[in-house]
């Protein structure tokens, strides 16, 4: 069992909450609204908590489910708050054109966050490769980066859970290349696939 605080009220924190609590995971909603943060908790069922924004979380995985050019700014407003917390970077920086990534740089929103995160903490990225939709739906591949080796195990603990697969791509710089893979599905959604109904993953062929 693992114990999550979600920062954020949409969907994908919807989608993620309502996972957890039927792998038998402690689910907590922190929203900077907090009659959202009480109605999603709600929706949730479950035993679902609502916390405090900007107090410490109660769940050792914090899934930051925010857009993401809120992410940083919200990580400095926690400030100490995330102490020792492991940080999960669900985010996709795209440009308003979908076609490139808006920091338009080789690094990631989950290393902008690292280098503002306290003390402790530790992020790792995941589940940005995934629409919604078919986490609702499928049993996608979780992509993982992280340069924090306990931190992925306990990331990829909690997405076995869910019945998942997780899939370590290395380390955090590696979070840039996952945020280019979230552009490359939208991509295929808008042309080659031509529908949402998918997930990249990784298959394992034998060599006979």
Excluded: C
């Excluded at 669900?90 to 990631?108: C, M, Q, R, V, Y």
């Amino acid at each position: 069992m693992s114990n999550i605080t979600l920062i954020g009220t949409g969907n994908m924190a919807r989608t993620i909450g309502t996972l957890a609590l039927a792998a038998g995971d402690t689910v907590e909603v922190m929203g900077r609204d907090q009659s959202k943060a009480e109605q999603l908790a709600t929706l949730l069922g479950g035993g679902a908590s609502v916390g405090t924004w900007g107090a410490v979380p109660a769940g050792d995985i914090v899934i930051t489910a925010l857009l993401h050019d809120g992410l940083v700014p919200v990580v400095v407003e926690y400030a100490d708050a995330l102490a020792d917390k492991i940080i999960v970077d669900i985010s996709n920086p795209f440009n308003a054109s979908f076609d490139g990534l808006a920091h338009g740089e080789e690094t990631s929103i989950a290393q902008k966050v690292a280098e503002v995160a306290p003390a402790g903490a530790r992020v790792i990225k995941a589940f940005n490769t995934i629409f919604r939709n078919v986490l609702e739906k499928g049993r996608p591949d979780v992509f993982i980066a992280g340069d924090d080796e306990q931190a992925k195990t306990d990331v990829s603990t909690f997405v076995t859970g869910l019945g998942l697969r997780p899939l370590d791509v290395g380390g955090l710089t590696m979070a840039h290349w996952l945020e280019g893979m979230g552009l490359v599905t939208v991509g295929l959604a808008n042309n080659g696939v031509g529908h949402w109904d998918f997930a990249l993953g990784a298959e394992e062929v034998s060599a006979d």
